[in-house]
Every structure is written in C-alpha cells, then in structure tokens.
C-alpha cells in the first residue's frame, strides 16, 4: 500500500486565516485526522506532519515527507477572502495540471462538490513550497472558505462526509 503523507496546514504561532473566533489551523488539524483515520481503516499507511497544534514550516513539512518516503503528499486547509461571505467552494492546488497529483485532486474536489460544495476547480500554483518542494505528488486542497458562514455550515453539519470524500479521492487516485 501506499504510504500518504497528510498535513494539517497552519499550526501553533500560526493559525492560518481566522474568522469569528474560528481558527483554519483547528479545522484542518481535525479534518486531517478524520481522513487520516479513514484511510488507515482502508489499508493505507499515513504519516502526519502534526497531529498537536504545533507550527512546523512549509519548506519543513515537505521535507518531512520526502524523508519518510511518502507516496503522495496532501495538505489540508481552508480558504479566505478579502471580505467574508464573498466566495463559497473548494479548491485544490496543485504543482501543475498533469500528472498524478492533478489527478487526485480533480478525484478529491470531485467527492467534495457531491457533499455539497460549489467545485472551485484545480488550479496550478507553482510557487507554493509544500507544492514545490516535495518529491512527490503534492495537492493542497482548500475545503470551503472560513470565512464564509455557508461554507462554515456545510463544514460543521457534514464534516464526516467530508473526510470521507476526501479519503475516497486519495483512495480513488493510488
């Protein structure tokens, strides 16, 4: 089996983009471990980058998981905007539109559009180091806008879906 690197973006100093109290760092760090645990209970061997709310660098994070030798590697987070309620989806971002790690995300925002958000689609973004610096194929999926309340809602009420859609595009794609 495959072995998945999964990090929970953001963490300690950094809680990532915050809204109403809300820190993006918490909810990937629990989404994280939900799509963790599904994968483990399919097979799949997972390495964290964190599983506490501790801050390790991106450059740091990829490096992690080019030395473990990781399959795959998927960074979790949450989207904001300049002004709440402005966007609404998920989106994935990956090192360029072809390959491998394109494919999984096309499979991961796929299951996330099912549960019920708008598909942002994948987007190429070359400069973002947990994309550019691993080995290995590399997604960073933005599941829904923090600060967004729809998004916020989805999140809360169909977190378990969730992870299960995102494991499923991980499962779908090795």
């Given at each position: 089996?495959p072995l998945?690197?999964?990090d929970?973006?953001?963490?300690?100093?950094?809680p990532?983009?915050?809204?109403?109290?809300r820190?993006?760092?918490?909810d990937?760090?629990a989404?994280?471990?939900?799509v963790?645990?599904?994968?483990?209970?399919?097979?799949v061997d997972?390495?964290?980058?964190?599983?506490?709310?501790?801050?390790?660098?991106p450059?740091?994070?990829?490096?992690?998981?080019?030395?473990?030798?990781?399959?795959?590697?998927?960074?979790?987070h949450?989207?904001?905007s300049p002004?709440?309620n402005?966007?609404s989806?998920?989106?994935?971002?990956?090192?360029?539109?072809?390959?491998?790690a394109a494919?999984?995300?096309?499979n991961?925002?796929a299951?996330l559009?099912q549960?019920g958000?708008?598909?942002?689609?994948?987007?190429?973004?070359?400069?973002?180091?947990?994309?550019n610096?691993t080995?290995i194929?590399a997604?960073?999926?933005?599941?829904?806008?923090?600060?967004?309340d729809?998004?916020n809602?989805l999140?809360?009420s169909?977190f378990?879906?969730?992870?299960?859609?995102?494991?499923?595009?991980?499962?779908?794609?090795?």
């Amino acid at each position: 089996m495959p072995l998945i690197v999964l990090d929970a973006g953001h963490g300690g100093a950094n809680p990532g983009a915050t809204y109403k109290g809300r820190k993006e760092s918490e909810d990937a760090l629990a989404l994280t471990l939900a799509v963790g645990s599904i994968l483990e209970e399919n097979g799949v061997d997972v390495y964290y980058t964190r599983t506490t709310d501790i801050y390790e660098s991106p450059y740091q994070k990829a490096q992690e998981g080019n030395e473990v030798g990781g399959d795959y590697f998927v960074s979790i987070h949450r989207n904001s905007s300049p002004y709440p309620n402005q966007y609404s989806g998920v989106e994935s971002l990956v090192y360029n539109r072809y390959g491998a790690a394109a494919r999984m995300a096309y499979n991961i925002n796929a299951g996330l559009e099912q549960v019920g958000f708008v598909n942002l689609g994948v987007n190429e973004r070359p400069n973002l180091v947990v994309l550019n610096s691993t080995n290995i194929p590399a997604v960073l999926v933005e599941v829904g806008f923090i600060n967004t309340d729809a998004d916020n809602e989805l999140f809360d009420s169909r977190f378990d879906e969730i992870a299960r859609a995102i494991a499923d595009g991980i499962l779908e794609s090795v």
